[in-house]
């Protein structure tokens, strides 16, 4: 068998190594089926440990393309990564390429998440103690996107700091409150009141209850109000642009 222990303490423990591709160059198996004590770190088919600040337990790299630590499970998870440093993640994934995507690809991510079952998600976020459940950042581009039938679907309270631009056209249920300004390029169509702090910027206005602005509202068509209790109030000034 290629490969050998070490014989100092200088010496790698072992070096094991094949060159064939049917083959693994080292192959460790447990093949009890009892439980694990709690709190023991047996049974595992491979373990490594190392107390090397900058090093890992275990390393795994691959230099022709292909995957440098793979995981799986018939029944379990594929891969679990935990840590009790609050000042570290569970899991760390990064990028450094500085080229483009090629276009159509799926490339390009610190992290890609796939997922074939239907009720599920490609990549769950989930905190307990108060925190985001997913958080996105970008410093010169979009933080979150969506691409989907829905690109986006919220179940409770939406709550936005800054402004709200809207292309397509924008359809409410019930009551609306913006601490800022809201502008549509499309048709504003609401059931219920319309609160904003800023100044209305739309098209077609369509609503069943109160639109009250402390700002401009600016119409590119009309107001249309089904009933005479319905009211538009602005505190600066009102535009009809029709």
């Not at 483009?100 to 390009?108: F, L």
């Not at 599920?120 to 905190?127: D, I, R």
């Not at 397509?168 to 300004?181: D, M």
Request: neutral net charge; glycine residues 20%; contains cysteine.
């Amino acid at each position: 068998m290629p490969g050998s222990f070490g014989a100092t303490n200088s010496d790698d423990g072992a070096d094991a190594f094949t060159q064939s591709s049917a083959k693994t160059g080292v192959f460790g198996r447990n093949d009890s089926t009892v439980p694990a004590p709690a709190g023991s770190v047996g049974g595992n088919g491979v373990f490594g440990l190392s107390t090397v600040p900058n090093a890992s337990g275990v390393f795994g790299a691959n230099s022709n393309g292909g995957i440098g630590v793979a995981g799986n499970s018939d029944n379990g998870s594929g891969m679990m990564a935990t840590t009790k440093s609050s000042a570290n993640q569970g899991i760390f994934a990064a990028n450094n390429a500085t080229a483009p995507a090629p276009a159509g690809s799926v490339g390009g991510n610190g992290v890609f998440g796939l997922s074939t079952v239907p009720n599920a998600a490609g990549v769950l976020g989930a905190n307990n103690s108060g925190g985001k459940g997913i958080a996105g950042v970008s410093n010169d581009g979009v933080g979150v996107y969506g691409i989907g039938k829905i690109a986006g679907q919220f179940d409770g309270k939406v709550e936005i700091s800054g402004d709200l631009n809207v292309v397509g056209n924008t359809a409410f249920s019930s009551s609306v409150s913006c601490l800022a300004g809201l502008s549509t390029v499309g048709s504003v169509v609401h059931i219920g009141g319309v609160e904003i702090k800023g100044g209305l910027s739309c098209g077609d206005i369509s609503t069943t209850g109160n639109i009250t602005a402390n700002g401009d509202i600016s119409s590119l068509a009309r107001t249309a109000r089904s009933s005479s209790t319905s009211r538009v109030q602005s505190d600066s000034k009102q535009e009809r642009l029709w």
